[in-house]
């Protein structure tokens, strides 16, 4: 049976569909509009207690898990791929994929609304999150030029929670040129066909439901939800 994926098409999302992809496991996506405020639905809330996307309902076990590093570890535990059962390499897959969870993606999110959505512009906060983001890229870069993936010498589920959030550094206004062995890493992770198809996997939903003036002001405005 066909596992439930609510999502949309983001990095947090693409980190799941990218494992999907490449495990080659048979899933169904359920939209899950985060401009229109859908995440904020009472149905939603039962299943991701923190209102955000992605999560995975699988019918085989009936377990549905949500934030995106749970999620990996248990498609992984379930497949037996991308993340060693045991020992130091799976240690360094979860140092990594933590890593990711709690820096990469929130500085790169942070510098996203800032650099992009937000209706005030703020150089001190735009300064802030790309010195930071920058000073996570220089730390990847360190890690990269020792070893061929994350986790060492296979590609992991750290590798899949990263990729995404570099995905978008030029949108986030940042570079790769000053890290060759990131670049390195990033073309690699790129010219995959399962991070291809993660990447492309339900990206007509975006342009079916771009932003509206309601979801701008529920998700960026200063009297939305979220302010
Ligand atoms: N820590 C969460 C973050 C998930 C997250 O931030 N998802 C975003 C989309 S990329 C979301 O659902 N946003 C809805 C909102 O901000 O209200 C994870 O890794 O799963």
Redesign the pocket.
Known sequence: MALELYY?P????W?ITIFLEEAGLDYRIVP?N?GR?E??EEAFLRL?P??????IVDPETGASV??????LVYLAEKTGRFLAPSGPARIAALEWLFWQ?GGL??MG?QLGHFRNYAQVKLDYAIERYANEYDRLLSVLERRLSTVPFLAGTDYSIADM?TWPWLQPHERLGQSLDPYPAVRRWFDTLAARPGVQRGLEAGSELREAGGLDDEARR??FGQKG??S
């Open positions: 949309w983001t990095p947090n999302g980190k899950v985060i405020g995440q904020f991701s923190n209102n955000r996307m992605p999560v949500f934030e995106s590093g749970a999620i969870v993606g929130p999110g929670a529920v998700l939800r979220r």
